[in-house]
């Protein structure tokens, strides 16, 4: 699989400067590929990630102009897989060759397209075991972890988080499909890119020990952290989650950033401490540029109608939809069977934020509240939930 990895693109540009020695080029042909740096800019920039990682390579003024056009790029991107949206229908029922099936194509085909250098990846599965994936032809799928593939396939300092859960909800890259997948073979990958104002990190926290939080996340008191995404797996026997213990840390410095997440069936890649006791994975996003709110969808909103209520309160925080992502932590009792009807949430979603993607997991237990621009909280709201939905807008202005 051809993808953002280095060894591979250093094999390619030794094999090309092998056939350059044999065939040299012409010194006008020299002089424009290497002096004229604005031809250069202009070629480069219709280039994709992968293709300008190895241009970098070939000499100092490539990698110069490589790396200033890639340092401009700030765009996000992701792979899916739902078997009710997926869009290459000659090849549903046909065999792939790769890892991870139809899932392992589209993040084949991502990274190949991606405008930008992935610094940080949350991969949201419904499979633990490569060869449960759909789709794939190949024999050896069946001996490799999932997160470790995936791991290997980006940048070596690009940070993951892998989790599976009994659901995902996904929507297709050109934005024209949105679909809940509840233990029919799910699977999304988001690539965060670095971005000017904006800090996007991973960090652990233990779940039955104790400590100072801040100590434990790596947070700086009154950092401008405006969202934190947090996934505990659902072994752990802690009293109190993670994500509450963050959320009061932050109260009690007067600070009120969205919080929101889920009990996952496991965590695929965390943090050994103290012997191997268990951690919550946490993606935090920071800085300026960011903003974010959440909405708590609970058992009385039942109806298509009901949701659309409480998600127009998100839609009125006024954020800006232009460089944003929604995110959707559903318990596992909702969904189809809650509603008789599929999509509903996430079609509601989608109609009030058409050019937002939405992805997100069913879980064994919720974790956020209400946290809009204009709430002001005189205590600190319970964190916990179950039955419930937690919807969270994060954008990038």
């Known amino acids: 699989?051809?993808?953002?990895?280095?060894?591979?693109?250093?094999?390619?540009?030794?094999?090309?400067?092998?056939?350059?020695?044999?065939?040299?080029?012409?010194k006008e042909v020299t002089y424009v590929m290497t002096e004229l740096h604005e031809f250069l800019k202009q070629v480069f920039e219709r280039l994709p990630a992968?293709?300008?990682?190895?241009?970098?390579?070939?000499?100092?003024?490539?990698?110069s102009v490589a790396t200033l056009i890639l340092k401009a790029r700030e765009s996000f991107t992701w792979a899916q897989y739902n078997s009710h949206i997926w869009s290459r229908e000659d090849e549903r029922e046909l065999p792939v060759p790769y890892i991870l099936g139809y899932f392992g194509l589209d993040l084949n085909i991502c990274l190949q397209e991606a405008w930008s250098v992935p610094t940080a990846c949350l991969l949201l599965t419904e499979f633990k075991r490569t060869s449960d994936f759909h789709g794939t032809s190949l024999e050896e799928a069946s001996g490799v972890d999932v997160d470790s593939y995936v791991s290997s396939?980006?940048?070596?300092?690009?940070?993951?988080?892998?989790?599976?859960?009994?659901?995902?909800v996904c929507t297709t890259r050109d934005l024209t499909n949105c679909a809940e997948?509840?233990?029919?073979?799910?699977a999304v990958a988001i690539l965060f890119p670095e971005m000017n104002?904006?800090?996007?990190?991973?960090?652990?926290?233990?779940n039955n020990l104790g400590g100072n939080i801040w100590e434990q996340s790596g947070i700086e008191r009154h950092e401008d952290v405006k969202c934190i995404l947090t996934f505990t797996p659902k072994t752990s026997t802690a009293r109190k989650l993670a994500g509450e213990k963050l959320q009061e840390a932050f109260f009690?410095?007067?600070q009120t950033p969205v919080i929101a997440g889920a009990i996952v069936d496991h965590v695929l890649?965390?943090?050994?401490?103290?012997?191997?006791k268990s951690t919550t994975e946490c993606i935090v996003f920071s800085g300026e540029r960011i903003s974010a709110a959440s909405v708590l969808l609970d058992q009385d909103a039942y109806t298509e109608e009901l949701v659309h209520k409480e998600l127009m309160r998100l839609k009125s925080a006024g954020l800006s939809e232009k460089n944003s992502i929604g995110l959707m932590f559903a318990c596992i009792g909702r969904g189809c069977d809650f509603y008789s009807a599929w999509d509903v949430e996430s079609k509601v979603f989608r109609t009030?934020?058409?050019?937002?993607?939405l992805f997100g997991l069913f879980g064994n237990g919720e974790i956020g509240c209400t946290n809009l621009p204009q709430s002001k909280w005189k205590n600190l709201p319970e964190m916990a939930h179950g039955y419930t939905t937690i919807m969270c807008l994060i954008s990038f202005g």
């Open 352 to 357: 009030l934020f058409p050019k937002t993607p």
């Open 181 to 186: 997948s509840e233990g029919e073979g799910g």
């Open 252 to 254: 009690k410095d007067g």
């Open 153 to 168: 396939l980006l940048p070596s300092s690009c940070q993951v988080v892998a989790v599976t859960v009994p659901g995902t």
């Open 1 to 26: 699989m051809e993808v953002l990895n280095e060894s591979d693109i250093i094999n390619e540009e030794e094999e090309e400067e092998k056939k350059q020695q044999a065939n040299p080029p012409c």
């Open 197 to 206: 104002g904006a800090r996007i990190t991973r960090f652990s926290i233990r």
């Open 269 to 276: 890649r965390y943090v050994v401490v103290n012997g191997g």
């Open 50 to 63: 992968r293709s300008l990682l190895r241009c970098s390579r070939v000499c100092k003024r490539w990698k």
